[in-house]
Protein backbone atom coordinates (compact mmCIF):
# COMPACT_ATOMS: atom_id res chain seq x y z
CA UNK A 1 0.00 0.00 0.00
CA UNK A 2 0.44 3.55 -0.34
CA UNK A 3 1.66 5.77 2.77
CA UNK A 4 0.66 9.65 3.80
CA UNK A 5 4.74 10.59 2.56
CA UNK A 6 4.05 8.68 -1.04
CA UNK A 7 6.54 6.36 -0.32
CA UNK A 8 4.82 2.04 -1.31
CA UNK A 9 4.92 -0.11 1.90
CA UNK A 10 4.00 -3.28 1.55
CA UNK A 11 1.66 -5.02 4.09
CA UNK A 12 3.58 -6.74 7.43
CA UNK A 13 1.05 -9.80 6.49
CA UNK A 14 2.15 -9.93 2.87
CA UNK A 15 5.93 -9.48 3.94
CA UNK A 16 5.67 -12.50 6.21
CA UNK A 17 3.84 -14.68 3.85
CA UNK A 18 6.74 -13.92 1.18
CA UNK A 19 8.96 -14.48 3.60
CA UNK A 20 7.27 -17.82 4.37
CA UNK A 21 7.35 -18.60 0.88
CA UNK A 22 11.18 -17.96 0.63
CA UNK A 23 11.69 -19.96 3.32
CA UNK A 24 9.97 -22.67 1.44
CA UNK A 25 11.88 -22.59 -1.74
CA UNK A 26 14.93 -22.43 0.06
CA UNK A 27 13.91 -25.58 2.19
CA UNK A 28 13.10 -27.38 -0.41
CA UNK A 29 16.04 -26.92 -2.86
CA UNK A 30 18.16 -27.60 0.17
CA UNK A 31 16.62 -30.59 0.30
CA UNK A 32 16.18 -31.11 -3.57
CA UNK A 33 20.32 -30.93 -3.31
CA UNK A 34 21.19 -33.02 -0.39
CA UNK A 35 18.94 -35.47 -2.72
CA UNK A 36 21.43 -35.28 -5.97
CA UNK A 37 24.25 -35.23 -3.40
CA UNK A 38 23.21 -38.49 -1.85
CA UNK A 39 22.24 -39.99 -5.63
CA UNK A 40 25.98 -38.67 -7.38
CA UNK A 41 27.45 -40.25 -4.38
CA UNK A 42 25.94 -43.68 -4.20
CA UNK A 43 24.67 -44.51 -7.65
CA UNK A 44 27.94 -45.05 -9.08
CA UNK A 45 29.63 -46.61 -6.25
CA UNK A 46 26.38 -49.29 -6.03
CA UNK A 47 27.76 -50.08 -9.97
CA UNK A 48 30.86 -50.36 -9.22
CA UNK A 49 30.86 -52.23 -6.04
CA UNK A 50 28.00 -54.46 -7.70
CA UNK A 51 30.44 -54.87 -10.77
CA UNK A 52 33.55 -56.06 -8.40
CA UNK A 53 31.99 -58.79 -6.66
CA UNK A 54 30.31 -59.92 -9.83
CA UNK A 55 33.68 -60.19 -11.30
CA UNK A 56 34.54 -64.18 -10.63
CA UNK A 57 30.65 -64.43 -13.17
CA UNK A 58 31.95 -62.05 -15.71
CA UNK A 59 36.13 -62.84 -15.74
CA UNK A 60 34.62 -66.24 -17.23
CA UNK A 61 34.16 -64.85 -20.27
CA UNK A 62 37.47 -63.19 -21.06
CA UNK A 63 40.70 -64.34 -21.52
CA UNK A 64 42.13 -64.75 -18.12
CA UNK A 65 46.08 -63.68 -17.56
CA UNK A 66 48.08 -66.19 -16.18
CA UNK A 67 49.28 -65.09 -12.74
CA UNK A 68 52.83 -66.46 -11.79
CA UNK A 69 53.64 -63.71 -8.99
CA UNK A 70 52.00 -61.60 -7.09
CA UNK A 71 54.20 -59.56 -5.26
CA UNK A 72 54.30 -57.12 -8.55
CA UNK A 73 50.61 -56.25 -7.92
CA UNK A 74 51.65 -54.69 -4.43
CA UNK A 75 54.51 -52.47 -6.05
CA UNK A 76 51.92 -51.22 -8.53
CA UNK A 77 50.17 -50.33 -5.84
CA UNK A 78 52.52 -48.14 -4.36
CA UNK A 79 53.85 -46.99 -7.92
CA UNK A 80 50.16 -45.89 -8.70
CA UNK A 81 49.61 -43.78 -5.27
CA UNK A 82 53.00 -41.75 -5.76
CA UNK A 83 52.44 -41.08 -9.40
CA UNK A 84 48.68 -40.26 -8.66
CA UNK A 85 50.06 -37.19 -6.37
CA UNK A 86 51.99 -35.36 -8.98
CA UNK A 87 49.57 -33.73 -11.77
CA UNK A 88 46.46 -30.83 -11.71
CA UNK A 89 43.81 -29.55 -8.94
CA UNK A 90 41.26 -31.69 -10.95
CA UNK A 91 40.63 -34.76 -8.14
CA UNK A 92 38.27 -36.83 -10.25
CA UNK A 93 41.16 -38.22 -12.18
CA UNK A 94 44.10 -40.57 -11.40
CA UNK A 95 46.88 -38.47 -13.33
CA UNK A 96 50.23 -40.08 -13.79
CA UNK A 97 48.85 -43.33 -11.69
CA UNK A 98 47.33 -44.68 -14.15
CA UNK A 99 50.79 -45.39 -15.45
CA UNK A 100 50.83 -48.75 -13.66
CA UNK A 101 46.96 -49.58 -15.15
CA UNK A 102 48.64 -51.55 -18.82
CA UNK A 103 50.44 -53.66 -16.91
CA UNK A 104 47.81 -54.38 -14.19
CA UNK A 105 45.19 -55.10 -17.03
CA UNK A 106 47.58 -57.22 -19.05
CA UNK A 107 48.92 -59.53 -16.06
CA UNK A 108 46.27 -59.48 -13.39
CA UNK A 109 42.96 -58.68 -15.21
CA UNK A 110 40.21 -56.10 -15.14
CA UNK A 111 39.10 -56.21 -11.54
CA UNK A 112 42.67 -56.21 -10.44
CA UNK A 113 43.12 -53.24 -12.43
CA UNK A 114 39.79 -51.78 -10.60
CA UNK A 115 40.55 -52.86 -7.23
CA UNK A 116 44.01 -50.66 -7.52
CA UNK A 117 42.67 -47.90 -8.94
CA UNK A 118 40.50 -47.31 -5.97
CA UNK A 119 43.47 -47.96 -3.54
CA UNK A 120 44.90 -45.67 -5.17
CA UNK A 121 42.64 -42.67 -5.25
CA UNK A 122 41.48 -43.00 -1.53
CA UNK A 123 45.18 -43.45 -0.25
CA UNK A 124 46.02 -40.02 -2.31
CA UNK A 125 42.84 -38.14 -0.77
CA UNK A 126 44.27 -39.68 2.78
CA UNK A 127 47.58 -38.17 1.49
CA UNK A 128 46.35 -34.73 0.24
CA UNK A 129 44.40 -34.09 3.53
CA UNK A 130 47.60 -35.01 5.77
CA UNK A 131 49.69 -32.37 4.02
CA UNK A 132 49.99 -28.79 5.65
CA UNK A 133 47.34 -26.47 3.93
CA UNK A 134 47.28 -23.13 3.51
CA UNK A 135 48.12 -21.05 6.06
CA UNK A 136 44.13 -19.25 7.29
CA UNK A 137 42.70 -22.20 4.78
CA UNK A 138 42.43 -25.58 5.96
CA UNK A 139 42.69 -28.07 3.38
CA UNK A 140 40.00 -28.86 1.16
CA UNK A 141 38.01 -32.17 1.95
CA UNK A 142 35.52 -34.15 0.10
CA UNK A 143 32.50 -35.30 1.55
CA UNK A 144 32.11 -39.19 2.12
CA UNK A 145 29.53 -39.73 -0.66
CA UNK A 146 31.36 -37.21 -3.08
CA UNK A 147 34.36 -39.32 -2.48
CA UNK A 148 32.59 -42.59 -3.28
CA UNK A 149 31.44 -41.04 -6.21
CA UNK A 150 34.84 -39.86 -7.25
CA UNK A 151 35.99 -43.35 -6.56
CA UNK A 152 33.67 -45.25 -8.44
CA UNK A 153 33.87 -43.38 -11.50
CA UNK A 154 36.97 -43.98 -12.05
CA UNK A 155 36.44 -47.97 -11.26
CA UNK A 156 33.98 -47.94 -13.91
CA UNK A 157 36.06 -46.43 -16.19
CA UNK A 158 38.81 -48.34 -15.47
CA UNK A 159 36.62 -52.05 -16.07
CA UNK A 160 35.31 -50.55 -19.08
CA UNK A 161 38.97 -50.01 -20.71
CA UNK A 162 39.96 -53.99 -18.61
CA UNK A 163 37.07 -55.42 -20.87
CA UNK A 164 38.22 -53.76 -24.64
CA UNK A 165 41.71 -54.86 -23.64
CA UNK A 166 41.14 -58.32 -22.18
CA UNK A 167 38.18 -58.75 -25.16
CA UNK A 168 41.30 -58.42 -27.51
CA UNK A 169 44.23 -59.84 -25.83
CA UNK A 170 44.12 -62.91 -28.09
CA UNK A 171 45.25 -60.87 -31.44
CA UNK A 172 47.36 -58.85 -29.38
CA UNK A 173 46.96 -56.13 -31.52
CA UNK A 174 47.97 -52.48 -30.58
CA UNK A 175 44.69 -51.28 -32.08
CA UNK A 176 42.83 -52.80 -28.87
CA UNK A 177 45.16 -51.68 -26.76
CA UNK A 178 44.62 -47.83 -28.17
CA UNK A 179 40.70 -48.55 -27.86
CA UNK A 180 40.97 -49.32 -24.08
CA UNK A 181 43.23 -45.83 -24.02
CA UNK A 182 40.17 -44.25 -25.51
CA UNK A 183 37.58 -45.85 -23.93
CA UNK A 184 38.75 -45.46 -20.29
CA UNK A 185 38.92 -41.53 -21.10
CA UNK A 186 36.15 -41.66 -22.68
CA UNK A 187 34.19 -43.76 -20.02
CA UNK A 188 35.59 -41.32 -16.96
CA UNK A 189 35.24 -37.61 -19.03
CA UNK A 190 31.33 -39.15 -19.62
CA UNK A 191 30.89 -40.04 -16.21
CA UNK A 192 32.59 -36.69 -14.86
CA UNK A 193 30.04 -34.48 -17.10
CA UNK A 194 26.82 -36.63 -15.99
CA UNK A 195 28.00 -35.55 -12.34
CA UNK A 196 28.33 -32.03 -13.28
CA UNK A 197 25.09 -32.10 -14.85
CA UNK A 198 23.25 -33.78 -11.94
CA UNK A 199 25.11 -30.78 -9.78
CA UNK A 200 23.78 -27.83 -12.29
CA UNK A 201 27.09 -26.63 -13.24
CA UNK A 202 27.87 -28.43 -16.46
CA UNK A 203 27.11 -24.69 -18.06
CA UNK A 204 30.18 -23.84 -16.10
CA UNK A 205 32.94 -26.64 -16.64
CA UNK A 206 35.87 -25.42 -18.62
CA UNK A 207 36.95 -27.83 -21.71
CA UNK A 208 40.52 -26.80 -21.77
CA UNK A 209 40.95 -27.88 -17.45
CA UNK A 210 38.98 -31.19 -18.89
CA UNK A 211 41.35 -31.65 -21.69
CA UNK A 212 44.42 -30.87 -19.61
CA UNK A 213 43.32 -33.25 -16.55
CA UNK A 214 42.50 -36.15 -18.94
CA UNK A 215 46.31 -35.46 -20.98
CA UNK A 216 48.03 -36.78 -18.00
CA UNK A 217 45.99 -39.82 -17.71
CA UNK A 218 46.58 -40.57 -21.28
CA UNK A 219 50.42 -39.86 -21.11
CA UNK A 220 50.59 -42.49 -17.98
CA UNK A 221 48.74 -45.22 -20.15
CA UNK A 222 51.26 -44.89 -23.15
CA UNK A 223 54.38 -45.12 -20.80
CA UNK A 224 52.56 -47.92 -19.10
CA UNK A 225 52.23 -49.41 -22.35
CA UNK A 226 56.05 -49.25 -23.72
CA UNK A 227 56.72 -51.20 -20.03
CA UNK A 228 53.98 -54.58 -21.29
CA UNK A 229 57.26 -55.66 -23.82
CA UNK A 230 60.01 -54.91 -20.65
CA UNK A 231 58.06 -57.64 -18.60
CA UNK A 232 57.37 -59.96 -21.09
CA UNK A 233 60.62 -60.21 -22.50
CA UNK A 234 62.65 -59.63 -19.22
CA UNK A 235 61.49 -59.55 -15.98
CA UNK A 236 59.11 -57.68 -13.43
CA UNK A 237 61.97 -55.84 -11.39
CA UNK A 238 63.83 -54.71 -14.93
CA UNK A 239 60.09 -53.04 -15.40
CA UNK A 240 59.54 -52.05 -11.45
CA UNK A 241 62.80 -50.23 -10.77
CA UNK A 242 61.85 -47.53 -13.71
CA UNK A 243 58.44 -47.64 -12.88
CA UNK A 244 59.30 -47.13 -9.07
CA UNK A 245 61.74 -44.43 -9.81
CA UNK A 246 58.89 -42.32 -11.59
CA UNK A 247 56.42 -42.77 -9.34
CA UNK A 248 59.26 -41.45 -6.78
CA UNK A 249 59.64 -38.33 -8.85
CA UNK A 250 56.10 -37.73 -9.27
CA UNK A 251 55.63 -37.66 -6.12
CA UNK A 252 58.52 -34.86 -5.36
CA UNK A 253 58.00 -33.09 -7.86
CA UNK A 254 54.27 -32.63 -6.16
CA UNK A 255 56.03 -31.95 -3.04
CA UNK A 256 57.89 -29.59 -4.14
CA UNK A 257 55.00 -27.83 -5.95
CA UNK A 258 52.82 -27.87 -3.13
CA UNK A 259 55.49 -26.19 -0.62
CA UNK A 260 55.96 -23.66 -3.62
CA UNK A 261 52.08 -23.31 -3.57
CA UNK A 262 51.99 -23.30 0.31
CA UNK A 263 54.88 -20.39 0.47
CA UNK A 264 53.01 -18.25 -1.97
CA UNK A 265 50.02 -18.34 -0.36
CA UNK A 266 51.69 -17.61 2.75
CA UNK A 267 53.02 -14.65 1.80
CA UNK A 268 49.68 -13.27 0.49
CA UNK A 269 48.11 -14.25 3.37
CA UNK A 270 51.18 -12.40 5.12
CA UNK A 271 50.53 -9.14 3.02
CA UNK A 272 46.77 -9.91 3.12
CA UNK A 273 47.20 -9.82 6.81
CA UNK A 274 49.58 -6.23 6.75
CA UNK A 275 46.61 -5.09 3.78
CA UNK A 276 44.24 -5.39 6.97
CA UNK A 277 45.75 -3.56 9.43
CA UNK A 278 45.72 -0.93 7.34
CA UNK A 279 42.43 -0.86 6.41
CA UNK A 280 41.11 -0.67 9.78
CA UNK A 281 41.90 2.89 9.89
CA UNK A 282 40.11 6.24 9.33
CA UNK A 283 37.26 4.06 7.99
CA UNK A 284 34.49 4.68 10.29
CA UNK A 285 34.36 7.66 13.26
CA UNK A 286 32.39 5.52 15.80
CA UNK A 287 33.98 3.08 18.14
CA UNK A 288 31.24 0.74 16.69
CA UNK A 289 32.36 0.56 13.27
CA UNK A 290 35.61 0.21 14.92
CA UNK A 291 35.44 -2.83 16.29
CA UNK A 292 33.14 -4.18 13.01
CA UNK A 293 36.24 -3.61 11.08
CA UNK A 294 37.95 -5.76 13.62
CA UNK A 295 35.82 -8.36 13.48
CA UNK A 296 35.65 -8.12 9.45
CA UNK A 297 39.64 -8.69 9.36
CA UNK A 298 39.84 -11.04 12.26
CA UNK A 299 37.14 -13.48 10.69
CA UNK A 300 39.37 -13.50 7.61
CA UNK A 301 42.14 -15.34 9.09
CA UNK A 302 40.69 -17.47 11.92
CA UNK A 303 36.92 -18.68 11.58
CA UNK A 304 35.26 -18.13 15.31
CA UNK A 305 31.85 -18.62 16.28
CA UNK A 306 31.21 -15.73 18.98
CA UNK A 307 33.62 -12.65 19.17
CA UNK A 308 34.15 -9.53 22.09
CA UNK A 309 36.10 -6.35 21.71
CA UNK A 310 36.50 -4.87 25.15
CA UNK A 311 37.91 -1.25 25.46
CA UNK A 312 39.51 -0.28 28.49
CA UNK A 313 39.92 3.18 27.82
CA UNK A 314 36.81 4.59 25.60
CA UNK A 315 34.80 7.42 25.72
CA UNK A 316 32.62 7.36 29.56
CA UNK A 317 34.96 4.36 30.53
CA UNK A 318 35.43 0.97 29.48
CA UNK A 319 33.05 -0.62 27.09
CA UNK A 320 32.30 -4.07 25.42
CA UNK A 321 30.81 -5.19 22.34
CA UNK A 322 30.18 -8.08 21.11
CA UNK A 323 29.05 -10.19 17.88
CA UNK A 324 27.35 -13.68 17.71
CA UNK A 325 27.34 -16.20 14.77
CA UNK A 326 25.59 -13.44 12.64
CA UNK A 327 28.32 -10.99 12.92
CA UNK A 328 26.00 -8.53 14.22
CA UNK A 329 27.82 -5.90 16.33
CA UNK A 330 25.72 -5.42 19.92
CA UNK A 331 27.07 -3.66 23.16
CA UNK A 332 27.53 -5.89 25.95
CA UNK A 333 28.69 -9.13 26.99
CA UNK A 334 28.76 -11.94 24.95
CA UNK A 335 26.61 -15.36 26.58
CA UNK A 336 27.62 -18.28 23.85
CA UNK A 337 26.48 -21.48 24.97
CA UNK A 338 28.97 -24.11 26.66
CA UNK A 339 30.14 -26.04 23.65
CA UNK A 340 29.70 -25.51 20.02
CA UNK A 341 26.71 -26.31 17.61
CA UNK A 342 27.12 -30.30 16.40
CA UNK A 343 28.25 -30.99 13.00
CA UNK A 344 27.18 -33.31 10.72
CA UNK A 345 28.50 -36.80 10.93
CA UNK A 346 30.45 -38.08 13.88
CA UNK A 347 32.49 -35.85 15.94
CA UNK A 348 33.84 -35.67 19.36
CA UNK A 349 31.80 -32.75 21.19
CA UNK A 350 34.43 -30.59 23.22
CA UNK A 351 34.04 -27.08 24.81
CA UNK A 352 35.30 -23.66 23.02
CA UNK A 353 38.66 -23.11 22.36
CA UNK A 354 38.88 -19.35 23.35
CA UNK A 355 41.73 -17.28 22.35
CA UNK A 356 41.61 -13.91 24.66
CA UNK A 357 44.58 -11.35 23.28
CA UNK A 358 45.80 -7.76 24.70
CA UNK A 359 45.99 -4.80 22.18
CA UNK A 360 48.64 -2.76 23.58
CA UNK A 361 49.45 0.57 22.69
CA UNK A 362 52.51 2.70 23.85
CA UNK A 363 53.00 0.12 26.28
CA UNK A 364 49.73 0.03 27.61
CA UNK A 365 46.99 -2.39 27.85
CA UNK A 366 43.75 -0.57 25.47
CA UNK A 367 42.10 -3.05 24.38
CA UNK A 368 40.96 -7.25 24.96
CA UNK A 369 39.75 -9.23 22.32
CA UNK A 370 38.30 -12.77 22.61
CA UNK A 371 37.32 -15.59 20.13
CA UNK A 372 35.46 -18.41 20.44
CA UNK A 373 36.38 -21.04 18.47
CA UNK A 374 35.60 -24.75 17.27
CA UNK A 375 38.20 -26.56 18.07
CA UNK A 376 37.46 -28.96 15.45
CA UNK A 377 37.51 -25.68 12.49
CA UNK A 378 40.56 -24.47 13.94
CA UNK A 379 43.81 -24.88 12.43
CA UNK A 380 46.96 -24.03 14.02
CA UNK A 381 48.47 -22.24 10.96
CA UNK A 382 45.28 -20.01 11.69
CA UNK A 383 46.09 -18.57 15.07
CA UNK A 384 49.49 -17.88 13.93
CA UNK A 385 48.09 -15.28 11.67
CA UNK A 386 46.04 -14.16 13.81
CA UNK A 387 49.13 -13.55 16.14
CA UNK A 388 50.46 -11.89 13.27
CA UNK A 389 47.46 -9.65 12.35
CA UNK A 390 46.66 -8.40 16.31
CA UNK A 391 50.12 -6.52 16.29
CA UNK A 392 48.91 -4.37 13.60
CA UNK A 393 45.16 -4.21 14.66
CA UNK A 394 46.40 -3.02 18.27
CA UNK A 395 48.28 -0.07 16.51
CA UNK A 396 45.15 1.08 13.99
CA UNK A 397 42.85 1.38 17.08
CA UNK A 398 45.59 3.27 19.47
CA UNK A 399 46.02 5.10 16.46
CA UNK A 400 42.22 5.67 15.86
CA UNK A 401 41.74 6.60 19.36
CA UNK A 402 44.09 9.00 19.72
CA UNK A 403 42.98 10.77 16.33
CA UNK A 404 39.49 10.06 17.90
CA UNK A 405 40.45 12.46 21.06
CA UNK A 406 42.11 15.13 19.25
CA UNK A 407 38.78 15.35 17.05
CA UNK A 408 36.30 14.42 19.96
CA UNK A 409 35.34 16.53 22.70
CA UNK A 410 36.79 14.52 25.59
CA UNK A 411 33.84 14.60 27.64
CA UNK A 412 30.62 14.02 25.48
CA UNK A 413 32.70 12.07 23.02
CA UNK A 414 31.17 13.86 20.24
CA UNK A 415 32.69 15.64 17.62
CA UNK A 416 34.33 18.98 17.95
CA UNK A 417 34.00 22.32 16.52
CA UNK A 418 36.78 21.67 14.43
CA UNK A 419 35.27 18.63 12.93
CA UNK A 420 31.92 20.64 12.75
CA UNK A 421 33.25 23.66 11.03
CA UNK A 422 35.01 20.82 8.56
CA UNK A 423 31.72 19.06 7.98
CA UNK A 424 29.70 22.47 7.69
CA UNK A 425 31.92 23.50 4.68
CA UNK A 426 31.90 19.93 2.74
CA UNK A 427 28.06 19.92 3.04
CA UNK A 428 27.63 23.51 2.06
CA UNK A 429 30.21 23.08 -1.31
CA UNK A 430 27.91 20.19 -1.90
CA UNK A 431 24.47 21.66 -1.51
CA UNK A 432 25.47 24.67 -3.45
CA UNK A 433 26.94 22.71 -6.45
CA UNK A 434 25.09 19.77 -6.66
CA UNK A 435 21.66 20.94 -5.44
CA UNK A 436 19.77 19.98 -2.21
CA UNK A 437 19.10 21.23 0.99
CA UNK A 438 20.76 21.05 4.40
CA UNK A 439 19.98 22.85 7.61
CA UNK A 440 21.70 23.20 11.49
CA UNK A 441 20.37 22.91 14.59
CA UNK A 442 21.67 24.85 17.88
CA UNK A 443 21.02 23.18 21.02
CA UNK A 444 21.71 24.37 24.97
CA UNK A 445 20.76 23.63 28.08
CA UNK A 446 18.19 25.57 29.82
CA UNK A 447 19.38 27.49 32.77
CA UNK A 448 22.64 24.94 33.30
CA UNK A 449 24.86 27.67 35.42
CA UNK A 450 21.97 26.96 38.07
CA UNK A 451 22.41 23.14 37.92
CA UNK A 452 26.81 23.73 38.40
CA UNK A 453 26.43 26.39 40.99
CA UNK A 454 23.85 24.56 43.01
CA UNK A 455 24.84 20.75 42.66
CA UNK A 456 28.71 21.35 41.63
CA UNK A 457 30.86 21.02 38.19
CA UNK A 458 30.63 16.98 38.41
CA UNK A 459 27.14 17.27 38.32
CA UNK A 460 26.90 19.61 35.92
CA UNK A 461 29.27 17.34 33.72
CA UNK A 462 27.59 14.21 33.58
CA UNK A 463 24.24 15.92 33.01
CA UNK A 464 26.14 17.16 30.00
CA UNK A 465 27.35 13.40 28.79
CA UNK A 466 23.80 12.32 29.43
CA UNK A 467 22.23 15.03 27.27
CA UNK A 468 25.11 14.51 24.76
CA UNK A 469 23.76 10.39 24.41
CA UNK A 470 20.69 11.43 24.36
CA UNK A 471 21.43 13.23 21.05
CA UNK A 472 23.55 10.79 19.54
CA UNK A 473 21.09 7.83 20.35
CA UNK A 474 17.94 9.90 18.89
CA UNK A 475 19.86 11.51 15.56
CA UNK A 476 19.32 10.01 12.06
CA UNK A 477 22.25 7.96 11.43
CA UNK A 478 23.42 10.96 8.85
CA UNK A 479 23.74 13.51 10.91
CA UNK A 480 26.38 14.74 12.85
CA UNK A 481 26.19 15.66 16.53
CA UNK A 482 29.04 18.03 18.14
CA UNK A 483 29.84 19.92 21.35
CA UNK A 484 29.97 23.57 20.36
CA UNK A 485 31.59 24.82 23.46
CA UNK A 486 30.13 24.53 27.01
CA UNK A 487 26.24 23.41 27.13
CA UNK A 488 26.10 24.44 23.53
CA UNK A 489 25.77 21.48 20.87
CA UNK A 490 25.03 21.23 16.70
CA UNK A 491 23.34 18.72 14.61
CA UNK A 492 24.56 19.25 10.85
CA UNK A 493 21.64 17.54 8.66
CA UNK A 494 22.39 16.69 5.30
CA UNK A 495 19.50 17.00 2.83
CA UNK A 496 17.14 18.28 5.22
CA UNK A 497 14.57 21.28 4.44
CA UNK A 498 13.98 23.36 7.66
CA UNK A 499 10.34 22.26 8.25
CA UNK A 500 12.09 18.76 8.69
CA UNK A 501 14.46 19.75 10.51
CA UNK A 502 12.36 21.75 13.01
CA UNK A 503 10.81 18.21 13.85
CA UNK A 504 14.20 16.91 14.38
CA UNK A 505 14.53 19.36 16.72
CA UNK A 506 11.46 18.81 18.01
CA UNK A 507 11.90 15.32 18.83
CA UNK A 508 15.80 15.52 20.74
CA UNK A 509 13.55 18.21 22.49
CA UNK A 510 11.01 15.85 23.94
CA UNK A 511 13.74 12.62 24.38
CA UNK A 512 15.71 15.44 26.68
CA UNK A 513 12.34 16.15 28.66
CA UNK A 514 11.49 12.60 29.39
CA UNK A 515 15.21 11.93 30.65
CA UNK A 516 15.35 11.39 33.99
CA UNK A 517 18.61 12.55 35.67
CA UNK A 518 19.05 12.38 39.44
CA UNK A 519 22.05 14.17 41.83
CA UNK A 520 21.88 13.46 45.38
CA UNK A 521 18.80 11.31 45.55
CA UNK A 522 17.38 14.45 43.71
CA UNK A 523 15.67 14.34 40.16
CA UNK A 524 16.40 17.10 38.04
CA UNK A 525 14.59 18.51 35.54
CA UNK A 526 16.78 18.82 31.82
CA UNK A 527 15.51 21.11 29.42
CA UNK A 528 16.71 22.14 26.43
CA UNK A 529 15.95 24.97 23.78
CA UNK A 530 16.77 24.49 19.68
CA UNK A 531 17.21 27.42 16.88
CA UNK A 532 17.24 25.98 13.57
CA UNK A 533 18.10 27.40 10.09
CA UNK A 534 17.91 26.16 6.90
CA UNK A 535 19.83 26.26 3.40
CA UNK A 536 18.39 27.62 0.85
CA UNK A 537 15.60 28.41 2.42
CA UNK A 538 17.85 30.95 3.94
CA UNK A 539 20.52 33.12 1.82
CA UNK A 540 23.92 32.54 3.03
CA UNK A 541 27.41 32.25 1.94
CA UNK A 542 28.90 29.60 3.48
CA UNK A 543 28.03 27.00 6.34
CA UNK A 544 29.35 29.59 8.92
CA UNK A 545 26.90 32.10 8.07
CA UNK A 546 24.02 29.31 8.71
CA UNK A 547 25.27 28.03 11.80
CA UNK A 548 25.27 32.18 13.02
CA UNK A 549 21.52 32.32 11.94
CA UNK A 550 20.96 29.04 13.86
CA UNK A 551 22.52 30.23 16.71
CA UNK A 552 19.74 33.25 16.49
CA UNK A 553 17.29 31.36 16.49
CA UNK A 554 18.47 29.63 19.52
CA UNK A 555 18.64 32.96 21.65
CA UNK A 556 14.97 33.52 20.21
CA UNK A 557 13.79 30.16 21.70
CA UNK A 558 15.70 31.27 24.62
CA UNK A 559 13.80 34.47 24.69
CA UNK A 560 10.24 33.33 24.62
CA UNK A 561 10.77 31.35 27.61
CA UNK A 562 12.99 28.52 26.84
CA UNK A 563 11.98 24.50 26.56
CA UNK A 564 10.95 24.97 22.61
CA UNK A 565 12.46 25.12 19.07
CA UNK A 566 12.14 27.78 16.66
CA UNK A 567 13.02 27.50 12.69
CA UNK A 568 14.52 30.72 11.44
CA UNK A 569 12.25 32.45 8.52
CA UNK A 570 14.40 35.43 7.41
CA UNK A 571 13.82 39.16 8.81
CA UNK A 572 13.38 38.13 12.33
CA UNK A 573 11.16 36.00 12.19
CA UNK A 574 11.09 32.77 13.86
CA UNK A 575 8.41 29.61 13.20
CA UNK A 576 7.13 27.65 16.66
CA UNK A 577 6.45 23.94 16.50
CA UNK A 578 2.72 24.33 16.42
CA UNK A 579 3.15 26.61 12.98
CA UNK A 580 2.70 29.65 14.63
CA UNK A 581 5.56 32.59 13.51
CA UNK A 582 6.71 34.69 16.30
CA UNK A 583 9.35 38.05 14.95
CA UNK A 584 11.63 39.74 17.34
CA UNK A 585 11.83 43.34 18.44
CA UNK A 586 14.62 43.99 16.46
CA UNK A 587 14.41 42.75 13.11
CA UNK A 588 17.47 41.52 11.41
CA UNK A 589 17.35 42.68 7.51
CA UNK A 590 17.87 39.47 5.46
CA UNK A 591 21.66 39.60 3.27
CA UNK A 592 20.46 40.70 0.15
CA UNK A 593 21.65 38.45 -3.35
CA UNK A 594 24.09 39.94 -5.06
CA UNK A 595 23.76 42.00 -8.39
CA UNK A 596 24.95 41.07 -11.33
CA UNK A 597 26.84 42.95 -13.36
CA UNK A 598 26.81 45.41 -10.94
Not at 20 to 36: C, P, Q, Y
Not at 347 to 366: A, F, M, P, T, Y
Not at 547 to 574: C, F, I, P, T, W
Request: proline share 5%; aromatic share 8%; charged share 25%.
Amino acid sequence: MRSQWGLIVADPIELAGAKGIRSDRLRAMKESTSRVEILRGLVPAAVAVTLLLAAPLWERWLPAPEVTERWPYLVLCLVAIAASLYGSRQRWTLNLGTVTLPLTVGFFGSAMAAWLVLVAFISREVLLRLLPSKPARPARSWPPLKLAGGGARLVLATLAAGWVWQGGRANLHVGWQLSAVATFLVVLAALHLLDLQWSRRLRSVSWRELAGSLSLDSIGWWVGMAFIPVVANLSWPVALVPLGALGLLAAETARNLHLRRRSIDQVSELWEVTRAGHRIIFRSPDLAGMVGQVLEECRNVVPFSWFQFELLEGDGGPRSWFAGPDALIEEGVPEPADSPPAMPGIHRRSSWKILGRELKGDGEVIARVRFWCDPRRLEPTSVELLDSLLPQVASSVHRALLDRRAKHDPLTGLADRGVLETRLEAVFSAIRDEGGTMAVIMCDLDRFKKVNDTYGHDVGDRALLQIAQVLEEHRRETDLCCRYGGEEFAVVLDQTDGETAQRVAERLRLEVQRTVFTAKDERIHLRLSAGVAAYPELYVKDGKELLVLADEALRMAKSQGRNRSLLHLGRGKYRKADGAVAESKESTPEPAAPTLFA
